[in-house]
């Protein structure tokens, strides 16, 4: 597509519950980052996917965060049981297989844990 | 580990005036270091990257080896450069942005 496109936009959930972030990064870019992003901090690394090798999970913050990729296409971070403290904008981008041009980031979805 | 520090979490100016939003990092290789904007309501977006020695809206960075820095600046400050500003570093052989924690640039009229 034109641009990386989340959904949903806005997400409310209750307390344990789980919850499935999507993300669609840009035709043609090998490599996808999911970051969080709590209120007034800066952008926190999640996990990284490039292409077909394993992805690098080291920023995920528990085992009841989980992500995937298929191939080039779509991801989804998954939350299960969730927290308060998982309340944050979880940032999608996508970038060339280098990564040297930066990112392109997607408008990410607010999660709300009530 | 490496770190993105920028030390101001608010930045306010007046318009016409120069601005200077500061970055530091820790790294002893080579990095890559960029600026990334997110204006009111809008996407995060990459500004400008040190390989490239680009301005980008009148903004400059320079990279700074010796006191690991990677100051973003402009001469003169306009309201619509009201905006969070991050920097980001890139190390070699990885793919993954360090941010820091981002400054708030409110230009005043």
């Known amino acids: 597509g034109a641009g990386v496109s989340q959904s949903p936009s806005n997400k409310v959930t209750e307390k344990g519950k789980d919850v499935e972030l999507r993300c669609d990064p840009i035709s043609g870019h090998t490599a996808l980052y999911w970051y969080r992003q709590r209120l ?12 077909n090798s394993a992805p690098d999970k080291s920023g995920l ?8 990729r ?25 970038s060339s297989r280098t990564g040297g041009y930066g990112y392109t980031f997607g408008s990410g979805t607010r999660l709300t844990v009530v | 580990a490496q770190r993105v520090t920028q030390p101001e979490k608010l930045l306010s100016v007046f318009k016409g005036a120069p601005v200077e939003l500061k970055c530091n990092y820790s790294y002893s290789g080579s990095p890559e270091l960029f600026w990334y904007v997110q ?17 980008i809206k009148g903004f400059t960075a320079d990279l700074n ?5 990677f100051h973003l600046k402009k001469p003169f400050a306009q309201e619509e ?8 570093l ?14 708030r640039l409110t230009i005043n009229p």
């Open chain 2, 39 to 55: 204006y009111s309501r809008q996407r995060l977006q990459l500004l400008l990257r040190h390989i490239s020695r680009e301005s």
């Open chain 1, 40 to 51: 007034g901090q800066g952008l926190e690394f999640l996990i990284y996917f490039q292409g």
């Open chain 2, 65 to 69: 080896k010796g006191e690991t820095s």
């Open chain 2, 90 to 103: 890139k190390v070699e052989g990885a793919q993954k942005l360090v941010f820091g924690q981002g400054t």
């Open chain 1, 70 to 94: 298929t191939g080039e296409s779509v991801s989804t971070l998954t939350i299960q049981r969730t927290q308060q403290e998982d309340s944050a904008v979880y940032l999608c981008a996508s």
């Open chain 1, 61 to 68: 913050p528990s085992d009841r965060f989980s992500a995937e």
């Open chain 2, 81 to 88: 450069d009201s905006a969070m500003y991050y920097c980001a």
